[in-house]
């Protein structure tokens, strides 16, 4: 299968540890994003990578939050001392030109 | 953070019914996606929309780009259990730069066989 793929699908932890998420893209896309997605709304966007620089992050990006790109393929989400409030699904997504953007299954944070 | 206004919130129907949905926005896209979520799953991408008035089909699915550029609509055509999910609406904005999406809070369909 050559779609985004991410790891782990699945994370529980408790409050105040790091987690961190992986993401690979689909292998000729150039732009990653990451997005966030709580129970009973549409995905609300975190950051934006092209190759490996990140050129948009969103102010629900707090100084918690790190991603990375290091070397413009895989890239990885990094929560530090998480809290409850992060529990969420978060979504990895590639695109080649920008505009049609592909999703893949998601990482489900549930933070006790 | 910003959302699309997406309608209606929840449809129950009955298989081989069609079913419509809207999307509209207070800002101005260049481009409307609509996407399928199945429950666990990221969203999968139906339909891509690039210009004001442009009607695309997928199969039994049509959308439309709203000729203000502030809305959009997904039409299905004789429903199948298969299409029971969330659909999500999202737009990205036209300013220069700009990647992100911008998504609706979902349609969920559900289907009495």
């Known amino acids: 299968d050559t779609g985004v793929s991410q790891d782990p699908r699945h994370k529980i932890t408790k409050r105040g540890q790091n987690v961190t998420f992986r993401c690979d893209p689909i292998?000729?896309?150039?732009?990653l994003y990451w997005y966030r997605q709580t129970l009973g709304q549409g995905p609300e966007f975190l950051t934006y990578?092209?190759?490996?620089?990140?050129?948009?992050k969103s102010r629900l990006l707090s100084d918690r939050f790190s991603a990375e790109r290091p070397k413009g393929s895989f890239s990885t989400l990094e929560i530090q001392r998480t809290e409850q409030g992060d529990s969420a699904m978060y979504l990895c997504?590639?695109?080649?030109?920008?505009?049609?953007?592909?999703f893949g299954p998601g990482t489900r944070l549930t933070v006790l | 953070g910003q959302q699309l206004n997406q309608s209606p919130q929840s449809m129950f129907i009955q298989e081989g019914e069609d079913v419509s949905m809207n999307c509209t926005s207070s800002?101005?896209?260049?481009?409307w996606l609509w996407y399928k979520q199945d429950p666990g799953e990221g969203p999968v991408l139906l339909i891509a929309l690039y210009k004001a008035g442009e009607l695309t089909s997928n199969g039994r699915l049509t959308a439309q780009f709203g000729i203000t550029r502030k809305d959009s609509f997904l039409n299905i055509s004789a429903s199948i259990p298969s299409d029971v999910g969330i659909y999500f609406c999202?737009?990205?904005?036209?300013?220069?730069?700009?990647?992100?999406?911008?998504f609706g809070q979902g349609t969920r369909l559900t289907i009495n066989p």
């Open positions: 997504a590639s695109s080649l030109l920008g505009y049609e953007q592909f």
């Open positions: 800002s101005i896209f260049n481009t």
């Open positions: 999202a737009g990205q904005s036209s300013r220069q730069g700009a990647q992100k999406l911008v």
């Open positions: 990578f092209q190759n490996e620089a990140q050129l948009e």
């Open positions: 292998s000729e896309h150039n732009r």
